[in-house]
């Protein structure tokens, strides 16, 4: 299956600040998707990421917190705007596997965002 | 409202006995059920899926159950292995193509040797 590879792998920031998480797929693909676990809860679909065209943000979720690029089909952003300690979270980019994984979702490692 | 449950946070076994981890689910448009698995510092893992047409699906030492009129699922993990020791989410899906999950809140299983 696919690789990712998710930048930073986790940060500190302080509240009032942006911070944007790469990740970068071994191998080209249509869509990515952004979840984000919060600690202790449940993974949940921010948004996905097709390339060439707008974001596609899930309830609750806005662009303006949480931009997104996909400038080609390996790679794509997530950034959250403008920091509260609510938005310490882990954050995980996906996308489906390969082969016999073909309609599985593989994750990356995720990144841990610790906001103060 | 949480569509997708797993009621027990955390349950520990010994080392070569059966590990059940229950999920239930409350939308009945789900078809395509999953299990996760995650390590500390590590993204989900893919373990096993089984489809609404199936009740039963096995891959080694792992088998879920699926009872449509119960909105249940279960995995069943015999023996239990200390490596198994993570948290395991079970997902829901409303078409066969693994994308639009609905994930549990997971249930963090502990194996002692």
């Known amino acids: 299956s696919a690789v990712i590879s998710q930048k930073p792998s986790r940060d500190i920031c302080q509240r009032g600040t942006s911070l944007t998480i790469q990740c970068q797929v071994d191998s080209q693909v249509t869509m990515m998707f952004w979840y984000r676990q919060q600690p202790g809860q449940s993974l949940t679909l921010i948004a996905t990421a097709n390339q060439g065209s707008e974001a596609t943000y899930e309830s609750g979720f806005v662009i303006d917190k949480f931009p997104i690029s996909r400038p080609n089909l390996t790679f794509s952003t997530l950034t959250v705007s403008n920091m509260s300690p609510e938005d310490s979270s882990i954050y995980l980019c996906?996308?489906?596997?390969?082969?016999?994984?073909?309609?599985?979702?593989?994750f990356g490692a995720g990144s841990r965002l610790t906001v103060l | 409202d949480q569509q997708v449950k797993q009621n027990s946070p955390s349950l520990s076994v010994q080392e070569g006995r059966i590990s059940i981890l229950n999920c239930d689910y409350t939308n009945s448009m789900f078809d395509y059920f999953l299990w996760y698995k995650k390590y500390p510092a590590e993204g989900p893992t893919f373990l096993i899926s089984?489809?609404?047409?199936?009740d039963k699906n096995e891959d080694g030492r792992f088998t879920v159950f699926l009872n449509k009129s119960a909105k249940h699922l279960s995995l069943h993990i015999v023996p239990s292995q200390p490596g198994d020791s993570a948290v395991y989410f079970c997902a829901a899906s409303p078409n066969n193509a693994g994308n639009m999950l609905t994930f549990g809140g997971g249930t963090r299983l502990m194996v002692k040797p």
């Open positions: 996906s996308v489906f596997g390969t082969g016999i994984g073909a309609n599985v979702l593989t």
């Open positions: 089984i489809s609404s047409i199936k």
